[in-house]
């Protein structure tokens, strides 16, 4: 009676195993992404006859959203869609419990993100340069945003910087 009982719980534990892993079941109210892995440097541009193609900036974060962020991601992506930016932005929050996890998960598989929140003190920006997980930025800066190089002293830019490239934008 015992093994018999062994065996259906076996068999259940191994069903909801397989159940969990379905593609159905991983999206879930946390965070629904789509897979790929290093930033996408697509290039909107506008015209008067050309319609702007729309890119996703998706914006991995640690934590949850605040009370307003709903609101504020509407007004950004209006502005950015006025602008004729051609980027719709897409934070996605992990509880902190889950964060690290998640990240590695997705630099592993390979899953398209634009934005990567890092936190020195916590894991650093060589770690995920080392994991294959950033792209530098030095010619896309260059190209697309050459007014951001005098926005930080040297000292942080130097910071950002991992075996002579710049892996991320610095904040003070």
């Not at 992990?94 to 964060?99: A, F, S």
């Not at 936190?119 to 697309?144: A, F, K, N, Q, V």
């Amino acid at each position: 009676m015992k093994r018999l009982i062994l065996t259906l719980l076996a068999v259940a534990l191994v069903l909801s195993l397989a159940v969990g892993c379905s593609p159905d079941a991983q999206t879930s109210g946390t965070a629904q992404t789509t897979a790929t892995t290093k930033a996408s440097s697509t290039k909107a541009t506008t015209t008067a006859s050309e319609p702007v193609e729309v890119v996703p900036m998706r914006y991995y974060m640690p934590g949850g959203p605040t009370t307003e962020a709903d609101a504020v991601n509407v007004e950004i992506n209006k502005r950015l869609t006025e602008d004729g930016v051609g980027i719709e932005f897409l934070p996605q929050y992990y509880p902190w419990d889950e964060w690290v996890n998640k990240i590695n998960i997705a630099l592993s598989t390979g899953e398209e993100f634009e934005l990567l929140h890092i936190m020195e003190d916590y894991i650093t920006t060589s770690s995920y340069t080392s994991r294959g997980g950033l792209t530098p930025l030095d010619d896309l800066i260059t190209e697309h945003t050459p007014s951001l190089w005098s926005r930080f002293d040297d000292v942080l830019w130097q910071c950002a910087t991992v075996a002579g490239k710049v892996m991320t934008v610095p904040a003070n």
